[in-house]
Nanobody, 113 residues
């Protein structure tokens, strides 16, 4: 059974930074494109950033220039570096295989002064 364990969330002031990690129990992790998603209160879960098996990345417009997705295939882990955080970034963040539907518990990110 595929599992994703997200960590690194917390409470941060506007303008601050956080680095999220996602450990995947996924055979042949390196061949999969991976994505970070987030779900804000009262909203649907939405894709934030993705990374292909070859390392190409893509971002939703609202986080371009502030967030960076990366992966370490030797650790079956994908990361999301979040800088210049805004209150609108407040959400539960999840990772999964890009386009997949298997979800972990997520990690809460709260941006507030």
């Amino acid at each position: 059974q595929v599992q994703f364990v997200e960590s690194g969330g917390g409470l941060v002031q506007p303008g601050g930074s956080l680095r999220l990690s996602c450990a995947a129990s996924l055979r042949h992790f390196s061949i999969y494109a991976m994505g970070w998603y987030r779900q804000a209160p009262g909203k649907q879960r939405a894709l934030v950033a993705s990374i292909t098996s070859g390392g190409s990345t893509d971002y939703v417009d609202s986080v371009k220039g502030r967030f960076t997705i990366s992966r370490d295939n030797s650790k079956n882990t994908v990361y999301l570096q979040m800088n210049s955080l805004k209150p609108d970034d407040t959400a539960v963040y999840y990772c999964t295989v890009y386009g997949g539907d298997s979800w972990g518990q997520g990690t809460q990110v709260t941006v507030s002064s």
